[in-house]
T-cell receptor, first 111, second 112 residues
Framework: DTGVSQDPRHKITKRGQNVTFRCDPISEHNRLYWYRQTLGQGPEFLTYFQNEAQLEKSRLLSDRFSAERPKGSFSTLEIQRTEQGDSAMYLC?????????FGPGTRLTVL | ELKVEQNPLFLSMQEGKNYTIYCNYSTTSDRLYWYRQDPGKSLESLFVLLSNGAVKQEGRLMASLDTKARLSTLHITAAVHDLSATYFCAVDSRNSNYQLIWGAGTKLIIKP
């Protein structure tokens, strides 16, 4: 399968814990995006990489969130000191041109 | 600040009927995207509209873009149950191919 993959698919954590998610984009795609989606809403843009460079970060992203794409391939999104408001689906997408291809998402539940 | 509004947010319709979902946005953009999302699943790209007057069709779905009116439509012809899903439009806020701003989605239920 050559689609976008994300790991884990589900994560339950206690408030205050740190969590890290991984995204593996489609191999030839140089652009990678992270979004957050809550129930009944459209995705919200979080951040964007072109190759290994993080070119844009949403104002929605607090200092507790950090993302990396160290070799321009896979990416990680870390949330430190999780809060209940962080509970959401975290989506990763990749692209080479205009169309973004989405992964299955990681559903985070913060208790 | 760019805003993207879809309407209706919820639509229940009978098989065989036609209907249109509307996507309005608040600033200039030449790039608009339509996606489909099934419950518990990720987003599937349907259409990419890259210029004023662009029209694309796939099966029973047809999308169009009017950049002057800042309006896109997704038209469903002779709906079938398999088209039941949530449909999102998204606008490229900077014509730069990366920062998409999304509508809230239209949940479409098609009854047999």
């Amino acid at each position: 399968d050559t689609g976008v993959s994300q790991d884990p698919r589900h994560k339950i954590t206690k408030r205050g814990q740190n969590v890290t998610f991984r995204c593996d984009p489609i191999s030839e795609h140089n652009r990678l995006y992270w979004y957050r989606q809550t129930l009944g809403q459209g995705p919200e843009f979080l951040t964007y990489f072109q190759n290994e460079a993080q070119l844009e970060k949403s104002r929605l992203l607090s200092d507790r969130f950090s993302a990396e794409r160290p070799k321009g391939s896979f990416s990680t999104l870390e949330i430190q000191r999780t809060e209940q408001g962080d509970s959401a689906m975290y989506l990763c997408a990749s692209s080479l041109g205009s169309k973004q291809f989405f992964g299955p998402g990681t559903r985070l539940t913060v208790l | 600040e760019l805003k993207v509004e879809q309407n209706p947010l919820f639509l229940s319709m009978q098989e065989g009927k036609n209907y249109t979902i509307y996507c309005n946005y608040s600033t200039t953009s030449d790039r608009l995207y339509w996606y489909r999302q099934d419950p518990g699943k990720s987003l599937e790209s349907l259409f990419v509209l890259l210029s004023n007057g662009a029209v694309k069709q796939e099966g029973r779905l047809m999308a169009s873009l009017d950049t002057k009116a800042r309006l896109s439509t997704l038209h469903i012809t002779a709906a079938v149950h398999d088209l039941s899903a949530t449909y999102f439009c998204a606008v490229d806020s900077r014509n730069s191919n990366y920062q998409l701003i999304w509508g809230a989605g239209t949940k479409l239920i098609i009854k047999p």
